[in-house]
C-alpha cells in the first residue's frame, strides 16, 4: 500500500520499525499492535509513511486497477457509449420498481437497439463488475489487417500505373 493509504484495521499486518506486527485492538486514534508476545501501542496516524503493509493486496483492489485501465484505455466516444448504456440499466433495470424484470430488460433492450438476451447479459455484467462489464471486450484487441500489406501495396501499384483518367473511364462505362 502506498503511505498515503495504510490499512491499520484489526487483523491487519504491518511492517514496523523492523518488525512484522499485527493490529489487535483499535482505540480511538491508537492502535494496539503485537509482534509474537511483545505489544505497543501506538498512535495510528504515525505509522502512515513509517509502517508498509504486509497483507497482500485483495483480489477486488487488483480488479479495481485493472478495470481502470481498461476504462482508461477506451476513446471518449466508447466510454460515453457506455457511460449511456449504464444510464440506461440504473434507470429501467435496476432502480426499484413495480414492473416485472423481464419488462425492465425489454425496455433497456430497445432503448440500446440490442437483443433481449443480450441485455439480459450486459445488466448481469453491470450489475456484478460495475462499468467494466459494459465495455466490449473486442474494442482493446489489437486490429490487424486481413490482407498482407505486401498484396495491398501490389494492388495500389498496379491501380496507380493505370492512372486517374483510365480509372475514371472503367468507372463511368
Request: glycine share 6%; with cysteine.
Amino acid at each position: 500500500m502506498s503511505a498515503e493509504n495504510l490499512d491499520t484495521s484489526v487483523g491487519a499486518r504491518l511492517w514496523h520499525e523492523g518488525a512484522a506486527w499485527t493490529v489487535v485492538e483499535l482505540d480511538g486514534s491508537n492502535a494496539l499492535l503485537r509482534a509474537g508476545d511483545q505489544f505497543k501501542k501506538v498512535h495510528t496516524s504515525s505509522l502512515v509513511g513509517t509502517a508498509e503493509s504486509l497483507d497482500l493486496p485483495t483480489v477486488q483492489d487488483a480488479r479495481a486497477e485493472l478495470d481502470a485501465v481498461v476504462l482508461a484505455s477506451l476513446s471518449n466516444k466508447q466510454l460515453d457509449g457506455v457511460y449511456r448504456e449504464a444510464k440506461v440499466f440504473d434507470e429501467l433495470v435496476l432502480a426499484t420498481s413495480q414492473t416485472p424484470v423481464n419488462d425492465r430488460y425489454e425496455a433497456a433492450a430497445d432503448v440500446l437497439g440490442i437483443s433481449v438476451r443480450t441485455a439480459y447479459r450486459r445488466g448481469l455484467r453491470y450489475s456484478e463488475q460495475g462499468l467494466v462489464g459494459l465495455v466490449d471486450t473486442r474494442l482493446l484487441q489489437l486490429h490487424r489487417p486481413t490482407v498482407d500489406p505486401e498484396w495491398d501495396s501490389a494492388c495500389r501499384e498496379a491501380l496507380d500505373s493505370y492512372g486517374t483518367a483510365a480509372r475514371i473511364g472503367d468507372i463511368l462505362t
